[in-house]
């Protein structure tokens, strides 16, 4: 059974820090991308960054670049968000994903989630 299971959220003051992990089982995923959305309250699901397995190619959405950075262990099966200069606006439920193919921003290709992590910045 595949399965993602997200870990490492928390409450951080603005400004501070936060690494996020995904870790991932039940088979192989060399072909496919991992993507990380967020969910705040009363908003729909977004886009937050997105990486390749196999390569290692990233995309970030604008609202975070320059201040997250995704990245993947291919050992460990594991892929993480480290989230530096955390806003408010960050806040949010933090949700793993996998697709099979390329990078998309469109969480309706994703069709393996994990069951979120919180993250709540303080002001």
């Keep these: ?22 870790a991932a089982s039940g088979r ?3 072909s496919w991308s991992m993507g990380w959305f967020r969910q705040a309250p009363g908003k729909e699901r977004e886009f937050v ?24 262990d291919n050992t460990k099966n594991t892929v993480s968000l480290q989230m530096d200069s955390l806003k408010p606006e960050d806040t949010a439920v933090y949700y793993c994903a996998a697709r099979l193919g390329p990078i998309s921003q469109r969480q309706s290709t994703y069709n393996i989630w994990g069951q979120g992590t919180q993250v709540t910045v303080s002001s």
């Design 1 to 22: 059974q595949v399965q993602l299971v997200e870990s490492g959220g928390g409450l951080v003051q603005a400004g501070g820090s936060l690494r996020l992990s995904c």
């Design 28 to 30: 192989t995923f060399s």
């Design 49 to 72: 960054a997105g990486i390749t397995w196999s390569v290692g190619n990233t995309y970030y959405a604008d609202s975070v670049k320059g201040r997250f950075t995704i990245s993947r």
